[in-house]
């Protein structure tokens, strides 16, 4: 999920539910180490008062308390499982249908298909998890967000937004600008995951195989891809679904961008990007390293 893409996690020979409790484990400690970072980017995309990250940071925890960092972080949290299964379902068949012979190693340009595809059927989950997060993330100290409201809670969020606005334009606001990040960044994402590991193997041996330490690396890599691949369609995005009202007419996503530019300049496409590329590598550790360990406690079931 966008704002903390999840990593695939190294092959394993009993696949099925454990794979699924393993992964859904692996994608919740992504969203609490990754989080303060993702709150610090969200902010710094849809506001202008701050300096820079570190401003972001200070301000935030002085006036709100360390744990304001973490606000939003019940929507991706709970979605964590259902996005992981979409994506990966999606990425799985994608891949498949391209497949021509059973150890068929595909194509890098191959596999950026696949993710692609995969990154726009997970917008379905993923745009309504997020515009969840941002509408919490961009509420600062006491005062109420750009919607006039403060509030409580993710689902508290979303009762106003569909009594408001109703379910599309509602709880599913900016969800093609989601399919315009989404398709860019796990092409990316995939692609780049993909390459890192070939290159980290050694002749003779296969990708699969590689120990949790290299599929770190490769990780952090792909991670790194993502966000290099849609960072400025992810700020379209949080500015689309943190605005106070539903965006107007089916090419919004190039009307923002236009705006955003006109007013802001260039430099309000990368407005946070630091914060997110540092994420992505101790959000990837963690992701790795958790699902290695939740997989040795499983496999004693």
């Known amino acids: 999920m966008s704002e903390v893409p999840p990593v695939p996690p190294p092959s394993s020979k009993k696949g099925g539910w454990k794979d699924f409790v393993a992964g859904n484990f692996a994608g919740m400690s992504q969203v609490i180490v990754g989080q303060p970072l993702d709150t610090i980017k969200v902010r710094l995309q849809v506001e202008s008062r701050f300096k820079g990250p570190m401003d972001c940071f200070i301000q935030t925890v002085k006036h709100e308390g360390f744990f304001a960092l ?90 106003h937004l569909i009594s408001e606005f109703g379910i599309r334009n509602g709880l599913f606001r900016g969800f093609w600008a989601t399919v315009t990040r989404e398709i860019p960044a796990y092409a990316g994402f995939y692609s780049g995951f993909e390459f890192a590991k070939r290159k980290l193997t050694s002749e003779g041996s296969s990708p699969d195989s590689l120990p949790p330490s290299k599929l770190m690396l490769a990780g952090s890599f792909g991670g790194f891809s993502y966000w290099i691949c849609c960072y400025p369609f992810d700020v379209v995005k949080s500015k689309v679904q943190n605005h106070k009202n539903p965006p107007k007419g089916i090419l919004y996503v190039f009307t923002t961008i236009n705006s955003i530019y006109k007013n802001e300049g260039a430099r309000a496409f990368t407005r946070g990007i630091s914060p997110t590329i540092l994420r992505s590598l101790p959000a990837a550790g963690s992701t790795f390293t958790v699902y290695e360990l939740t997989m040795r406690i499983l496999e004693k079931v």
């Open 70 to 159: 973490y606000k939003g972080m019940a929507s991706p949290l709970v979605g964590i499982g259902a996005v992981n299964a979409l994506l990966f379902a999606a990425y799985s068949r994608l891949k498949s249908i391209q497949t021509t012979s059973l150890n068929e190693q595909l194509a890098l340009y191959k596999i950026a298909i696949a993710g692609a595809g995969a990154g726009a059927i997970n917008s379905v989950l993923s745009s309504p998890v997020e515009l969840l997060k941002i509408k919490m993330q961009a509420q600062y100290g006491a005062t109420a967000g750009s919607s006039g409201l403060i509030y409580k809670g993710p689902i508290d969020c979303a009762k």
